[in-house]
């Protein structure tokens, strides 16, 4: 058996509406449980193993949800900011209510992969400097970018506070005037990626994430745009 809860909660936390909609749909008896109608708003159901029905549609339950976003520059990934539009501000009222949250930050002119959810086991198994999830950026840089930035990304660069970085595996895609690269890096300082080329005296122009562990960016997904990770994509973000 699971755990009991409230059907206003159950179905509000759903976005099937506000507590106070919620009860007056249950008072109009547009919800049913295990095919009996439930008047009252605080009838306490198991969500994950009773069968729950708003206004003839069989609700799925779910305690979590994950989605991948490719998160447009200009935007903040926090759930709340004084100033700016956040990420949480691009979503659904579906989504919203579940509480969800950025798995760790980009910048706010960064573009790309983000993956939010309000599952805190998977954010801090993601983000845990101990477990090392690699990231993968993808970047362009004014400056001509060298084999000698390949070693020393190899070797771990000295940041402008005198931190030493983890070796970064650093990919030359084209070196030019404004060069283009990909660089996968094992930690998350911050602002890392800049501050990586700027202790080679260089300076990013464009950011983007593309990978985070196994899980790569839906180039599908405009900027901005969002949806739910697949199980198989769930599964490729628990391993390593
Ligand atoms: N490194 C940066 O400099 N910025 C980001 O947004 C992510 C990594």
Redesign the pocket.
């Known amino acids: 058996m699971g755990k009991k809860m409230r059907i206003d909660k159950v179905l509000s936390n759903l976005g099937y509406g506000s507590r106070t909609e919620i009860n007056i749909s249950c008072k109009k008896g547009l919800v049913a449980v295990n095919g009996n109608v439930i008047k009252k708003n605080s009838t306490q159901v198991d969500p994950e193993n009773d069968e729950i029905v708003f206004n003839g549609e069989k609700i799925n339950y779910r305690k979590f949800i994950y989605l991948i976003m490719n998160k447009p520059a200009g935007c903040i990934s926090a759930t709340t900011d004084k100033w700016d539009q956040t990420v949480i501000h691009l979503l659904d009222r579906e989504q919203i209510a579940f509480d969800p949250f950025p798995v760790g930050?980009?910048?706010k002119?960064?573009e790309g992969l983000l993956v939010i959810t309000n599952d805190g086991k998977l954010s801090h198994r993601l983000l845990s400097p101990k477990k090392h999830v690699p990231?993968t950026?993808y970047a362009k840089i004014d400056g001509v970018v060298t084999n000698d930035d390949i070693e020393a990304f190899k070797e771990g660069v000295v940041l402008d506070d005198g931190y030493e970085t983890m070796p970064g595996e650093l990919e030359i895609l084209k070196s030019d005037d404004i060069s283009e690269i990909n660089l996968t890096?094992h930690e998350?300082k911050?602002?890392?990626?800049?501050?990586m080329f700027e202790s080679v005296g260089k300076k990013?122009v464009y950011?983007k994430?593309i990978q985070m562990g196994k899980l790569r960016l839906d180039e599908e997904l405009e900027l901005g745009e969002f949806r739910e990770l697949t199980k198989e994509e769930l599964e490729l973000l628990e391993t390593k």
């Open positions: 930050r980009l910048d002119d960064t990231k950026y890096i998350g911050f602002h890392q990626v800049k501050r990013v950011l994430r």
